[in-house]
């Protein structure tokens, strides 16, 4: 355990970052997957309304991987190649 009060700060800032970037990747890999599952269905029919919704969909999941790239969860590097597959995958359609 910690043996002087910075150390102990430490322990507890580190928690609270964890949890905070725990937050931010789980739920982009959350909205990822459904993104991916909703093009799935958009594959198998495509109708105006479909694709309005993953345009929205893939709008908030950029919003969110910009988020925690600004709060250094995510390396800028990393956040790009996020965007420009999700992006590739809806344009291979």
Known sequence: MANNKSAEKR????????LQNLLY???VRTLTKKFLKDLEVYKE???????EKLTKMLGAVYS????GTKRN???????ARKKAQ???SLKSV
């Not at 969110?64 to 988020?67: A, G, P, S, T, Y």
């Open 25 to 27: 990747k789980s739920s």
């Open 11 to 18: 322990i507890r800032t580190n928690e609270r970052n964890r």
């Open 86 to 88: 999700l992006s590739a």
């Open 45 to 51: 029919s495509k109708t105006p309304e479909q694709k």
């Open 64 to 67: 969110l991987i910009d988020k």
């Open 73 to 79: 969860v995510f390396h800028p590097n990393t956040a």
